[in-house]
């Protein structure tokens, strides 16, 4: 799999059938080792042992109605009250982070109000820090840590 940008952590992956899978710590289930599935575990862990996000309040897959249709989040956080605290969207290496992709995320949290966008491929990362009375969004040089 390819390097990303972000530190390296010690996954559990294995070979069935002529493919892999890694075990997500999550979901407490092996999963299909994609590329944006490489992007959405490492970032995971990123936050749990770097950004000291305890993973009880991480959500991963995560079910979401967004205008009366089902959707799913990549990753979400949330804070110790239940709220959702960020919601990062994961794209595989090779997909260009575009307008479209912020797009898709504000409208996820349109109705979650989360109070920190994530839009990654593993080699680019984009953090948005929400005003949600202003509607407006600043960009972010780094995701803050847990508190």
């Given at each position: 799999?390819?390097?990303?940008?972000?530190?390296?952590?010690?996954?559990?992956?294995?070979?069935?059938?002529?493919?892999?899978?890694?075990?997500?710590?999550?979901?407490?289930?092996?999963?299909?080792?994609?590329?944006?599935?490489?992007?959405?575990?490492?970032?995971?862990?990123?936050?749990?042992?770097?950004?000291?996000?305890?993973?009880?309040?991480?959500?991963?897959?995560?079910?979401?109605?967004?205008?009366?249709?089902?959707?799913?989040?990549?990753?979400?956080?949330?804070?110790?009250?239940?709220?959702?605290?960020?919601?990062?969207?994961c794209k595989a290496p090779h997909v260009k982070i575009s307008q479209s992709t912020?797009?898709?995320?504000?409208?996820?949290?349109?109705?979650?109000?989360?109070?920190?966008?994530?839009?990654?491929?593993g080699l680019e990362h984009f953090i948005c820090q929400m005003d949600h009375e202003?509607?407006?969004?600043?960009?972010?040089?780094?995701?803050?840590?847990?508190?």
């Open positions: 799999m390819i390097r990303l940008n972000l530190p390296q952590y010690p996954f559990r992956i294995k070979s069935k059938e002529n493919k892999l899978y890694i075990f997500d710590r999550n979901r407490k289930k092996e999963v299909l080792l994609t590329d944006e599935e490489w992007v959405r575990q490492h970032f995971v862990e990123y936050l749990v042992n770097d950004k000291d996000y305890p993973r009880s309040l991480i959500a991963v897959e995560k079910q979401c109605t967004v205008e009366n249709m089902i959707k799913r989040t990549d990753i979400m956080v949330f804070d110790r009250k239940g709220e959702a605290e960020i919601i990062v969207e912020f797009d898709q995320i504000a409208r996820y949290n349109l109705q979650m109000k989360a109070n920190y966008l994530i839009v990654t491929n202003a509607r407006e969004y600043k960009f972010l040089k780094d995701i803050p840590n847990c508190v």
